[in-house]
């Protein structure tokens, strides 16, 4: 690469934030449903559509050409594969996951991330004076759009959750912090006697009657509120933390593990499931060290490497000899099971 190319490909690096709000804007003015079509569209039908005009438009247009996610043939403009998962309702959609991430409330927590940084003190805390969870409960919109978010990493992330855990009959399984079912609802119908329950927050929870009456093991699944830092449900076979602890810092995924480690029934499973990054640094692991990085800034917790997990369930007092792992694609499943 010559000095000037290298100039060029930093300054799409600093310019990361202008293809984020492109993208948010296209969502909201619905650009990637209107060329969600088989032959594309024209610049004016584009335009006709989101009630853009076209001098506007065609800038936007060209970044998100320049980003891969939109292209054009024969004056007609298309999605390319990236771009069609931003179409809301496609089956492994990230609409709303984008829409939450590149959304005012999350943008303006790394104002400070100089700040973030220095002390440790999540962004999002330091803009809202609490944190995130803290704040969802508050602010039903917000929590609506984050719930979404997870719904669909969930949704595209359950089938192959589901091939790492093998369950016998009649288990009874626990997804701690569950969110709104999409999980375990997916589990249960891949394991004919098994029953369940989704236990989260009251407003992580939200969703979860109407995802587990939509789906075909209603009479199999129920939903329990509660706060994982205190009391979790005592009768189930095994219990699931799929996507959860690396939302905390140490101290609370510690605590976490203790309500597990005291609570979770004699014999009963845990399973911890998680994009657990590399010990050394490894190109393919880049979405782990941005997600890891929107931990610090968002909710204050890390992606942790399954070293950092073992040591946590060690200081938790959970049974590490039993510890075995599966991994499908970039998700792991760590299972323990307690002293009968
Ligand atoms: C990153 S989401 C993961 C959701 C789901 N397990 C998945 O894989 O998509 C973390 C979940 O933890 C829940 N949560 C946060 N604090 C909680 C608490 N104190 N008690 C129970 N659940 C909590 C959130 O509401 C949210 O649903």
Redesign the pocket.
């Known amino acids: 690469m010559t000095a000037l190319e290298d100039r060029d490909s930093v300054i799409q690096l600093i310019g990361g934030y202008i293809v984020s709000n492109a993208i948010r804007a296209a969502g909201d003015f619905g650009i990637f449903s209107l060329l969600d079509v088989d032959d594309g569209l024209t610049l004016t039908e584009v335009a006709l559509g989101a009630r853009i005009d076209e001098a506007h438009l065609i800038r936007l247009l060209r970044t998100l050409q320049q980003a891969h996610l939109v292209e054009e043939a024969g004056n007609r403009f298309h999605l390319t594969s990236p771009g069609r998962l931003l179409v809301p309702e496609r089956e492994g959609t990230l609409a709303n996951f984008a829409r939450n991430f590149t959304s005012p409330l999350f943008q303006r927590s790394w104002d400070s991330l100089e700040e973030t940084l220095r002390t440790g003190t999540p962004g999002f805390f330091l803009v809202n004076q609490q944190s995130i969870?803290d704040y969802f409960a508050e602010d039903d919109a917000a929590n609506a759009l984050f719930n979404g978010a997870?719904q669909e990493?969930?949704a595209a992330t359950a089938t192959a959750a589901t091939t790492i855990i093998t369950l016998a009959e009649n288990e009874r399984v626990i997804d701690l912090?569950?969110?709104d079912g999409t999980?375990l609802t997916k589990l249960l119908q891949a394991n004919p006697t098994a029953t369940g329950t989704v236990?989260?927050?009251p407003?992580?929870i939200a969703n979860a009657p109407s995802v587990i009456d939509r789906s075909s093991v209603a009479n199999r699944c129920d939903f329990q509120a509660?706060?994982?830092?205190t009391a979790i449900p005592r009768n189930g076979t095994t219990y699931i933390l799929?996507?959860?602890l690396q939302?905390w810092d140490d101290e609370r995924a510690y605590q976490i593990l203790r309500t597990c480690a005291e609570q979770v029934p004699a014999g009963a499973r845990l399973i911890i499931i998680g994009n657990f990054i590399p010990d050394d640094f490894d190109r393919n692991a880049a979405v782990g060290y941005l997600t890891d990085m929107c931990m610090l800034v968002i909710s204050g917790g890390r992606e942790r490497t399954l070293d950092d997990l073992r040591r946590l369930l060690d200081r938790a007092g959970l049974p590490t000899a039993s510890l075995s792992h599966r991994r499908v694609g970039p998700l792991t499943a760590v299972e323990l099971t307690s002293a009968p």
Do not use: N, Q, R
């Open positions: 969870y997870m990493e969930a912090g569950g969110g999980f236990f989260d927050s407003a992580g509660g706060d994982f830092f799929k996507s959860v939302d």
